[in-house]
């Protein structure tokens, strides 16, 4: 009898093994700065006047976004065995990494209850921690993130003109499938202007934060012309001469 309950508990304790080691949390990622840059104003061009003539003009030029930091670049790391006190027992290094880079204004995400963000969610703020996985009718919707961001309404760059697509690749966030489409999703330009990094927003409900999420594509043509695995955009006010800084938490998670 003392030996049929020791076997029974010692096969409980391996299952609890093997349930923990499935479980790929999301980790913190160290960022290093190589450089950052803004366009530079065009240079006007002129045009005569001649008194009482009437001359049709064509002008072309641009505008800097006031809502909106851009990321982008490499990504390193292993898949690793450990224990608690950061004992690794053996790793195995990605020499072309897939998964994801996460980036957060917090640096405390609650990962078991990612879900979508839901641009059309009521706003209510319920605590929607079933849905993960899923969409939350629940939690912040687009006019609490443009109050967030001081974005007004209809602004050509406001998030719901930016991420306008349902056609993201599936995905894995902390073992959670997000199915093909299932969240709001854009494409970040490569170097010919077309959409080739795949960008989704998600929504951690316990601490109401919106996550950025590049889907990781190793060494793809970038914007710049060179070959990055990742580009990405997050939400920053620069409206009215705003210049304070917005501290964002970045995690990847390395299938």
Same mark, same amino acid.
């Given at each position: 009898?003392?030996?049929?309950?020791?076997?029974?508990?010692?096969?409980?304790?391996?299952? *609890?093994?093997?349930?923990?080691?499935?479980?790929?949390?999301?980790?913190?990622?160290?960022?290093?700065?190589?450089?950052?840059?803004?366009?530079?104003?065009?240079?006007?061009?002129?045009?005569?006047?001649?008194?009482?003539?009437?001359?049709?003009?064509?002008?072309?030029?641009?505008?800097?976004?006031?809502?909106?930091?851009?990321?982008?670049?490499?990504?390193?790391?292993?898949?690793?065995? &450990?224990?608690?006190?950061?004992?690794?027992?053996?790793?195995?290094?990605?020499?072309?990494?897939?998964?994801?880079?996460?980036?957060?204004?917090?640096?405390?995400?609650?990962?078991?209850?990612?879900?979508?963000?839901?641009?059309? &969610?009521?706003?209510?703020?319920?605590?929607?921690?079933?849905?993960?996985?899923?969409?939350?009718?629940?939690?912040?919707?687009?006019?609490?993130?443009?109050?967030? /961001?001081?974005?007004?309404?209809?602004?050509?760059?406001?998030?719901?003109?930016?991420?306008?697509?349902?056609?993201?690749?599936?995905? /894995?966030?902390?073992?959670?499938?997000?199915?093909?489409?299932?969240?709001?999703?854009?494409?970040?330009?490569?170097?010919?202007?077309?959409?080739?990094?795949?960008?989704? *927003? *998600? /929504?951690?409900?316990?601490?109401?934060?919106?996550?950025?999420?590049?889907?990781?594509?190793?060494?793809?043509?970038?914007?710049?012309?060179?070959?990055?695995?990742?580009?990405?955009?997050? *939400?920053?006010?620069?409206?009215?001469?705003?210049?304070?800084?917005?501290?964002?938490?970045?995690?990847?998670?390395?299938?």
């Amino acid at each position: 009898m003392i030996k049929k309950t020791f076997i029974i508990l010692f096969i409980g304790f391996i299952c *609890l093994i093997a349930i923990n080691s499935v479980i790929a949390i999301p980790s913190g990622a160290t960022v290093s700065q190589k450089n950052t840059s803004t366009a530079t104003a065009s240079t006007p061009s002129s045009q005569d006047a001649v008194a009482g003539n009437v001359t049709e003009l064509t002008l072309t030029g641009f505008s800097t976004t006031e809502s909106w930091q851009g990321f982008y670049g490499n990504v390193s790391g292993v898949i690793q065995l &450990a224990d608690s006190a950061s004992h690794v027992m053996y790793n195995w290094s990605q020499l072309n990494p897939s998964g994801e880079i996460y980036a957060s204004k917090n640096g405390t995400v609650a990962w078991s209850y990612i879900q979508c963000l839901n641009l059309s &969610a009521d706003g209510s703020y319920a605590s929607d921690t079933a849905q993960a996985g899923a969409t939350s009718l629940h939690g912040m919707n687009l006019s609490a993130i443009e109050t967030a /961001y001081n974005i007004t309404a209809g602004d050509s760059d406001d998030i719901n003109n930016t991420f306008t697509l349902t056609n993201h690749p599936q995905f /894995y966030t902390n073992s959670l499938q997000f199915s093909a489409g299932e969240c709001k999703n854009m494409k970040v330009y490569n170097s010919t202007g077309v959409g080739d990094f795949n960008e989704v *927003l *998600l /929504y951690e409900p316990t601490g109401r934060s919106v996550v950025f999420t590049s889907i990781l594509k190793s060494d793809a043509n970038s914007f710049d012309g060179s070959t990055h695995d990742f580009e990405m955009l997050v *939400l920053e006010n620069g409206h009215n001469g705003d210049t304070a800084v917005t501290p964002y938490y970045f995690y990847m998670e390395i299938a």
